[in-house]
């Protein structure tokens, strides 16, 4: 039985009238990668991540009884046909998880603060936001009030629709996906919260090395990885990697914790390089930056390492208690990012529920 039904099961409820709520839910940077899926939306490995503080998506949804699902969205003050397409075959997706959302007018409206093709997961904030307001149309209709499992059912929602979105309900870190630590599972993601203070002041300066669309869609990208012949050496070294970093950053270990973040980088980058057909999605400006952080680090042996999602855009991270210290190294770096373009963003403490105006 999936996660809402056996939380909620197939209640009686139904909306009378409109429902309007708004939320804003923070982008996520995976430190150790989700990557290769299964089922419904399902991982082939545990992952961690933290959220961002100003890489936000805000989404406001009227919920309105109607005789069958209809989706309407108005994102960055534009239609966007193809999200929206992608949205209402979430909705219909929930409609097959529960009747309740097959009968229903879904007015959506929707923006981020930041730019697309940025090196930062639009589908995990925009979706995660989503869900949230799916929650609270859930809690609403059925008179509960708000828990820990309204999150929870929020990264179930959101997981639906984009797994990494699931680890973006939360502030902070998260972790998503079955392992041996705290009561994880593929369902949904949960907070992470046993770690050295010191991480709380985790920094983040996005490095756009293109700001084109990604070679690649995530679901391709996922996909190669069902017929990779070291798919299976890679989910294992996730899940040790899981553990590693959990343990590095409870003993607030800052060396071990960027060798497992930048090998997390480099590793998911290494599956798409030996897929069929290969993939190589750094650009010359990415090898250069990260031999360029190498040296920075060998020179100054200051705490800071990074990570790739999968394109060339390269997230430098470092503590707030460096930051003189890194940012001219920071700004020798502008150089390789295109424009000149660098996104100042950090730890965020997650998902805000706004005032209806």
């Not at 939380?7 to 150790?32: K, Q, R």
């Not at 290769?36 to 991982?43: D, R």
């Not at 705290?182 to 949904?188: C, P, Q």
């Not at 042996?301 to 190294?329: C, Q, S, W």
Request: aromatic share 10%.
């Amino acid at each position: 039985m999936n996660f809402y039904l056996n939380t909620l099961g197939e209640l009686p409820i139904s909306l009378e009238e409109p429902f309007t709520v708004n939320w804003t839910a923070p982008s996520n940077i995976a430190l150790v990668k989700y990557w290769g899926k299964h089922g419904k939306q399902l991982p082939c490995n545990p992952s961690l991540s933290f959220s961002l503080r100003e890489s936000t998506t805000t989404t406001r949804i009227s919920f309105s009884p109607n005789k069958s699902l209809k989706v309407a969205l108005n994102f960055q003050g534009q239609e966007n046909e193809k999200f929206r397409e992608r949205l209402e075959r979430f909705f219909a997706g929930l409609g097959e998880v529960t009747h309740f959302f097959r009968h229903m007018e879904i007015d959506i409206e929707s923006t981020n603060t930041f730019p697309h093709s940025a090196g930062v997961a639009s589908s995990a904030s925009s979706l995660a936001s989503i869900a949230l307001c799916v929650s609270s149309l859930i809690y609403h209709a059925t008179e509960k009030e708000m828990d820990d499992g309204f999150y929870r059912l929020a990264s179930y929602f959101a997981r639906l629709g984009s797994g990494s979105a699931s680890r973006s309900v939360y502030g902070r870190y998260s972790i998503w996906g079955h392992t041996s630590i705290l009561s994880s599972n593929d369902e949904y993601a949960m907070e992470f919260k046993d770690y050295d203070p010191l991480f709380a002041e985790l920094s983040d300066a996005i490095l756009i090395v293109s700001d084109r669309e990604k070679r690649i869609s995530s679901t391709v990208g996922h996909s190669v990885m069902n017929v990779n012949p070291y798919a299976d050496t890679r989910y294992l070294n996730a899940q040790k990697n899981v553990l590693k970093i959990i343990d590095a950053m409870k003993k607030g270990d800052l060396l071990r914790f960027f060798a497992i973040v930048e090998q997390e980088a480099l590793e998911v980058h290494a599956m798409m390089m030996v897929a069929n057909p290969p993939h190589l999605l750094f650009e010359p400006n990415t090898i250069e930056i990260i031999n360029r952080i190498k040296e920075f680090k060998e020179r100054t042996a200051l705490p800071v390492g990074y990570t790739i999602d999968t394109g060339p855009n390269v997230h430098l991270l470092y503590f707030d208690r460096d930051k003189e210290k890194v940012m001219p190294f920071i700004e020798e770096l502008r150089q390789f990012c295109q424009g000149g373009k660098i996104i100042f963003d950090g730890l965020g403490v997650g998902p805000v529920r706004n005032r209806i105006e």
